[in-house]
């Protein structure tokens, strides 16, 4: 009964610290130097894992729609670099993706800024319906999609 009662009290405390764990580190910049330093860029990985055949469905709609906001962005100086890759060979269903999207951001500010595409999308995409209705159809497809922010490792130093 003593740990019943126990374990009674430390719930709520265990619950609220897995319910803002993920929100601390999401908040965090990638590093120290990151955050002091305006001119260390800021990378991070974006995955998408479509439903099983539609990755191409859902790359045509990035390209059409998303793509063009990033290089918009790279030409504003917010956004230094923008690749993409898709694995060669197949993996197990629970580790699968699509497609990595990698963008390195000027830096760590930027990247957390609260920047809002809004008016840049409206001026480049005239037609707000179809833009709309496709961006939904691009998220509608995805079986899965998650953000890592990376920190390159240097395995030179001891």
């Known amino acids: 009964m003593r740990l019943v009662n126990l374990l009674s009290a430390l719930l709520p405390a265990l619950l609220s610290v897995a319910a803002n764990a993920g929100t601390v580190y999401a908040a965090e910049p990638q590093n120290t130097a990151t955050a002091v330093n305006p001119d260390v860029p800021f990378v991070a990985e974006y995955y998408y894992k479509a439903k099983w055949g539609y990755a191409e469905e859902f790359i045509t709609l990035f390209k059409k729609n998303h793509y063009p906001v990033l290089k918009k962005e790279i030409e504003m100086g917010r956004i230094l670099k923008v690749t993409a890759?898709?694995?060669?060979?197949?993996?197990?269903?629970?580790?699968?993706?699509?497609?990595?999207?990698?963008?390195?951001?000027?830096?760590?500010?930027i990247a957390n800024d609260s920047f809002d595409p809004a008016p840049l999308i409206k001026q480049m995409f005239p037609d707000q319906e179809t833009y709309k209705r496709e961006e939904k159809r691009r998220f509608e497809i995805l079986e899965a999609h998650w953000d890592v922010p990376i920190k390159e490792v240097d395995l030179e130093t001891k």
């Not at 890759?85 to 500010?109: C, S």
């Open 85 to 109: 890759v898709q694995p060669r060979y197949h993996a197990t269903e629970d580790g699968r993706w699509d497609y990595r999207v990698t963008i390195v951001f000027k830096n760590a500010a």
